[in-house]
């Protein structure tokens, strides 16, 4: 449907909502058709229908059906959070990337601690045994701690970044880059 001209009797949700007569190049009646009104309001609301008109007008057809999909989820986003708009929901996402690596770290700290224990038991068999060699014993020791070191702390993983989720991330009051940085006073 992106990019056809507009031939229907009835007009698109822009002209509806702006009160004037439809034409049939109208630029807005490809991406805002009329049994859809909110998706336009909400647009309208937070852009101005002109500056769409030109966003749209300054891109090539092939892309606009994209921008106004953009457009529409950043007006949602910025309606439902005046302050912070779609940077409140980033923020979220960041966040619960954020908790998933400590339950990645927490799960193979504990993988660490049961192959700790495999490493344990073959170091008792290897002490009960008259003929064991001490080096041999260390070295596994050794190999035992940097394994679990390792396996909880992998090189691209830095635990002190980890953040606890906000409480008002769900409700998307406000980015948390914002609530732990230096600007807030």
């Given amino acids: 449907m992106g ?3 507009h031939t229907g009797s009835s007009p698109c949700a822009s002209c509806k909502l702006l009160r004037r007569r439809c034409a049939r190049d109208c630029i807005f009646a490809p991406y805002f058709p009329a049994d859809d009104p909110y998706k ?18 300054e891109l090539p057809v092939a892309n606009r059906e994209d921008a106004v999909g953009s457009l529409v989820y950043e007006a949602n986003a910025r309606i439902r959070n005046p302050v912070y708009g779609c940077v409140s929901h980033i923020s979220c996402l960041e966040e619960q990337v954020d908790q998933l690596k400590q339950q990645l770290v927490l799960a193979k700290t504990q993988i660490g601690l049961i192959n700790g224990n495999i490493f344990t038991s073959e170091l008792i068999r290897l002490n009960s045994n008259e003929n064991f060699d001490s080096k041999q014993v260390m070295a596994m020791e050794h190999q035992i701690l940097q394994n679990n070191y390792q396996i909880a702390y992998p090189s691209s993983d830095h635990p002190d970044q980890f953040h606890v989720q906000s409480p ?3 409700g998307m009051r406000k980015p948390t880059w914002y609530a732990h940085s230096q600007y807030q006073h």
């Fill in 168 to 170: 008002d991330c769900m």
């Fill in 40 to 57: 336009f309001a909400c647009v309208h609301k937070v852009f101005g229908a002109s500056n769409v008109s030109k966003m749209l007008q």
């Fill in 3 to 5: 990019g056809s001209k």
